[in-house]
């Protein structure tokens, strides 16, 4: 059988349907209702707190405490291999870094310096941090001219 005998009734039908000569009266949306406040208490933005080696100070080192099967690591320094302007060398530099390294490597930006912080691994003592500073600045001389090491704010 031809299939175009039933389409076109079909079709006729659904369209015969749809329309009509009454005025439809239309129901407006509903207004957009405001947004709801947020009450949670506003979280401050991480910052980090750095320091440079040339500025001489007292580092007072808590006593090394025995280890614990249940000791979690808290992380709290990074070593800061530059800051930059343009988002290209930053990330030129953050590729780099973890390709040598392989490490986590973290671009911060910073939007009051407006600046992209290139931060290197996760270390739980400044002395860790400082050794990797020192190792990067000896196997890398020319690319980390002056590293330092940053501590993250609790």
Request: one cysteine or more.
């Amino acid at each position: 059988m031809n299939m175009r005998l039933y389409i076109v009734p079909l079709v006729t039908v659904l369209m015969a349907g749809c329309g009509g000569t009454e005025e439809t009266t239309r129901i407006p949306p509903p207004p957009p209702t405001p947004p709801a406040p947020v009450t949670q208490p506003a979280q401050p933005e991480p910052e980090f707190e750095t320091s440079t080696d040339t500025v001489a100070g007292v580092y007072k080192t808590p006593a090394p405490r025995a280890p614990s099967p249940h000791h979690v690591p808290q992380i709290r320094f990074m070593v800061q291999i530059g800051a930059f302007k343009d988002p290209e060398n930053a990330s030129h530099v953050q590729t780099l870094a973890r390709e040598r390294y392989h490490l986590p490597v973290v671009n911060d930006y910073h939007t009051k310096l407006a600046l992209y912080q290139i931060r290197i691994g996760f270390f739980e003592t400044r002395g860790e941090a400082n050794a990797f500073r020192e190792k990067m600045h000896q196997e890398f001389p020319a690319d980390y001219k002056d590293p330092w090491v940053v501590q993250l704010k609790r």
